[in-house]
């Protein structure tokens, strides 16, 4: 017999929503929250991230599109999981993730958001993101010599 949940709990299991899996990992990492959740660091998930993307892998070379879901959803929990960590520590937090990946993907393709010309092949395509990824990462480079 399964024990009766509160009906937030429900209502989060049962959300579609990337604010309820943030609410839910925030109260995992909460004082009284899950034990295991609150021991974790950045460098104990990097197993499980390798594990989960390979997973990930494995669904794909399958076909295994109801895995696929879940497999997905699984990629996710630790991008979550990251930026709850991030947050705690006052590195950022998951809002920040997402605006910079964000930015990241207007960047880098001006042939569909405007400012470069149309690209028509997928070969233009990766080699303007190459380009471009490159210029981005020179000051960074810069700054370090």
Not at 54 to 78: C, M, T
Not at 108 to 126: D, E, I, N, Y
Request: hydrophobic letters at 40%.
């Amino acid at each position: 017999m399964k024990p009766e949940l509160p009906l937030e709990a429900v209502k989060l299991a049962r959300s579609s929503a990337l604010r309820s899996l943030e609410k839910i990992m925030k109260m995992l990492l909460a004082p009284g929250g899950c034990p295991w959740d609150r021991r974790q660091t950045h460098s104990t998930l990097l197993k499980y991230l390798h594990e989960e993307a390979g997973e990930v892998s494995r669904a794909v070379r399958k076909k295994d599109w109801a895995n696929l879901k879940e497999e997905l959803g699984d990629v996710l929990l630790q991008v979550v999981f990251h930026s709850a960590l991030a947050r705690r520590a006052g590195r950022f937090d998951l809002g920040d993730v997402i605006r910079t990946v964000n930015a990241k993907m207007v960047r880098r393709h001006p042939h569909v958001f405007g400012g470069g010309k149309k690209l028509s092949t997928p070969a233009q395509v990766l080699r303007q993101w190459k380009i471009i990824k490159k210029a981005e990462k020179a000051p960074a480079r810069a700054k370090r010599s």
